[in-house]
């Protein structure tokens, strides 16, 4: 299956798509789903040197310090993509933990191959 096509939940097409597709593609569909309210750009659409509006589910958080200064690491994924968020000489943000929803804006840049968004502009969404 290809992932442009949304997975359909009712309907016996519905129910043989659901059989087809693998259970990371059923979890990558139903987050970019519930995450189309929040305005964001999806993370795969997101170019080089643009600022944008991103939202998803944290996945991993980090401290790994960056030229001798702390940094806060954070990736956050959107079910199309995953992007970097780094927090400079931050050791702790109250409220980033994997799981969490966050919706992020800022500068988009790549490095080492990976799309970062360096002390970006946040929001804590409520679970759920």
Do not use: H
Request: aromatic residues 6%; glycine residues 12%; hydrophobic residues 40%.
């Amino acid at each position: 299956m290809s992932t442009q096509e949304p997975v359909k939940k009712g309907g016996l097409r519905g129910f043989f798509r659901r059989l087809a597709t693998s259970q990371a593609e059923l979890e990558a569909a139903e987050l970019r789903e519930g995450l189309e309210p929040e305005g964001a750009t999806p993370i795969a659409a997101c170019g080089e040197r643009q600022r944008f509006c991103v939202a998803g589910t944290l996945r991993t958080v980090t401290l790994r310090p960056r030229g001798g200064a702390p940094a806060l690491e954070a990736e956050l994924y959107d079910g199309s993509d995953v992007i970097d968020l780094v927090w400079l000489g931050r050791r702790k943000i109250v409220g980033i933990e994997p799981g969490r929803v966050v919706r992020a804006e800022g500068l988009v840049s790549l490095q080492d191959g990976r799309k970062v968004m360096f002390n970006p502009r946040y929001e804590l969404r409520p679970a759920g």
